[in-house]
């Protein structure tokens, strides 16, 4: 059998569809091994920079040729020292110190694994976060802009799915935009608390960089401050085990999770609402909706936040049992898991985030569906509008209501039992009892009168509310999104 060249290589191993069909490159580069790898070898260079800057014997010769090879990588002899070890710490050192023989002896000077390990998430964590909120602001404000544009629209409400008053297709798109907003501050808040390991030591006692300063406290909590600085947070953790507290995994990941679930309650209302033909999906010209019934519309985009959405939300399970079970200082049953956990929820939700916004762009709205949805309920509702004008009329209100009752439900076993329209207007109309307000009858059913303050509501929460807090990633909301697949 002829030996497979890389493409063909690539095709006979799994590869997860997050990264090869679906993810964003950005996203999918923050969770990559050269972003891992460059990272440890900044913090390396981090930690000896701030070494030297407090009086241990570093040169500047050794901290330029680590500066000249962060990102000069060869990772076949990283994999081949890490084969030999099993360690990949101590692979990486090797392969850096391999290309930076001056400032071999000074690499990791002090460190244990888990601070270029644990710092590297908690950087990754936080870049995350930063790519996903400018796309989850986006996704607000089209919505934002199809709920304004929509605000007047009066459409048939539903609560237990069955047929309920009238609210406006901008103001149930509020509904849609206020869960998101929460999972905004909710993101920010997250991302915002994380802080920085730093600099701890093997058990978090920072014993060894103590005997490296020769007992001197302050240099140690320097040297802890400078690298922080570094790495660009404003706070490191002041306790540690080993690792920073798993609880900081559960904390990103449940607001993910979150987020997730306001995911899947929008597309699931956008799919029901396509089945009702009242709102659908982008449909794009060649889109194929089934192989087998060429009429179909599928709303496939949103059947796909749905699924995806189903899986970040099960991730947070992962991160509660992990902390549950750090025995003291820490354990290493969650380093594999997190390999896995935490990479797929940023990648997952990332995808679900870029399907959204595609989904958002492109909402297509039915008037005339959605207004003949409401001429078969609205009649009914009227009831209490059509005794009140009665009694004004000088109606008594018991009679109007016994009229009303039995006219009611003769229209109701029209529309289940025959299959008809509801006709019961129709019988209001004939009936002379009625003739008082005949005339109003137009003016009782309009639509717009059973809506409330549905359009102000609308205007006021996007003004007061939701455009304040997209400030923030206005020069990030341009460009519309396709989707490859």
Known sequence: ?????????????????????????????????????????????????????????????????????????????????????????????????????????????????????????????????????????????????????????????????????????????????????????????????????????????????????????????????????????KRAYMVTGQTYSRKVDIEVLSVLASLGASIHK??????????????????????????????????????????????LMTLVLDPLQTASVQWFERTLDDSANRRVCLAEAFLTADIILSTLQNISEGLVVYPKVIERRIRQELPFMATENIIMAMVKAGGNRQDCHEKIRVLSQQAAAVVKQEGGDNDFIDRVRADPYFSPIHKQLESLLDPSSFTGRAPQQVAKFLKEEVRPALIPYQSKMGGKIELSL
């Open 1 to 233: 059998m002829a030996t497979p060249g890389a493409e063909e290589d690539a095709l006979s191993r799994y590869r997860s569809p997050l990264v090869s069909r679906y993810a964003s490159a950005e996203m999918g580069f923050n969770f990559s091994e050269r972003k891992k790898f460059g990272t440890w070898r900044r913090l390396w260079l981090f930690l000896a920079q701030a070494e030297k800057s407090l009086g241990l014997p570093i040169t500047d010769e050794q901290i330029q040729e680590m500066e000249a090879n962060l990102d000069n990588i060869d990772f076949k002899m990283a994999a081949e020292e890490e084969k030999k070890l099993r360690h990949d710490v101590m692979a990486h050192v090797h392969t850096f110190a391999h290309c930076c023989p001056k400032a071999a002896a000074i690499i990791h000077l002090g460190a244990t694994s888990c601070y270029v390990g644990d710092n590297t998430d908690l950087i990754v964590l936080r870049d995350g976060f930063n790519l996903l909120l400018p796309k989850l602001a986006r996704v607000i404000s089209r919505l934002a802009d199809f709920s304004e544009k929509y605000a007047d629209l009066p459409t048939l409400g539903f609560t237990h799915y069955q047929p309920a008053q009238l609210t406006t297709v901008g103001k149930r798109c509020c509904l849609w935009i206020q869960d998101l907003c929460m999972d905004l501050q909710n993101l920010e808040r997250a991302r915002d608390d994380l802080r920085f390991r730093g600099v701890k030591g093997t058990t978090g006692t920072q014993a060894s960089f103590l005997q490296l300063f020769e007992g001197d406290h302050s240099k140690v909590e320097e040297l802890d401050r400078l690298v922080t600085a570094k790495a660009g947070f």
């Open 266 to 311: 929008i597309c699931t209302d956008i799919r029901l609402l396509a089945n009702l033909k009242e709102i659908e999906e982008p449909f794009e010209k060649d889109q194929i909706g089934s192989s087998a019934m060429p009429y179909k519309r599928n709303p496939m985009r949103s059947e796909r936040c749905c699924s995806l959405a189903r899986h």
